[in-house]
């Protein structure tokens, strides 16, 4: 059974930062491409941040130079660290998961984590 369980998010003030995690179980982990998607409230959910088992990451450029996307694959952990953080951050954030193999596997979501960027 797959399990990806987002945590870390909550209210934070314009240019503060926050940390989420996202723990991951039922699948090999280090062969997965792992990512962060956010979706707001009337808009489609967007690819936030990338990294594939090898350490390489892609950012949509509206996050580049503010958030860091890192994994742990002895825990099992993909993380996103948030650094000054917008109101345009506000969303629900959630953790993918997807391996290529014969082609690119099943999309894995978890049920999301909220991030409010408020004063």
């Known amino acids: 059974q797959v399990q990806l369980v987002e945590s870390g998010g909550g209210l934070v003030q314009p240019g503060g930062s926050l940390r989420l995690s996202c723990a991951a179980s039922g699948i090999t982990f280090s062969l997965y491409k792992m990512g962060w998607y956010r979706q707001a409230p009337g808009k489609q959910r967007e690819l936030v941040a990338q990294?594939?088992?090898?350490?390489?990451?892609n950012y949509t450029d509206s996050v580049k130079g503010r958030f860091a996307i890192s994994r742990d694959n002895a825990k099992k952990i993909v993380y996103l660290q948030m650094d000054s953080l917008e109101a345009d951050d506000t969303a629900v954030y959630y953790c993918?998961?997807?391996?290529?193999?014969?082609?690119?596997?099943?999309?894995?979501w978890g049920q999301g984590t909220q991030v409010t960027v408020s004063s």
């Open positions: 993918n998961a997807r391996r290529f193999s014969r082609g690119w596997g099943p999309d894995h």
């Open positions: 990294i594939n088992s090898g350490g390489t990451t």
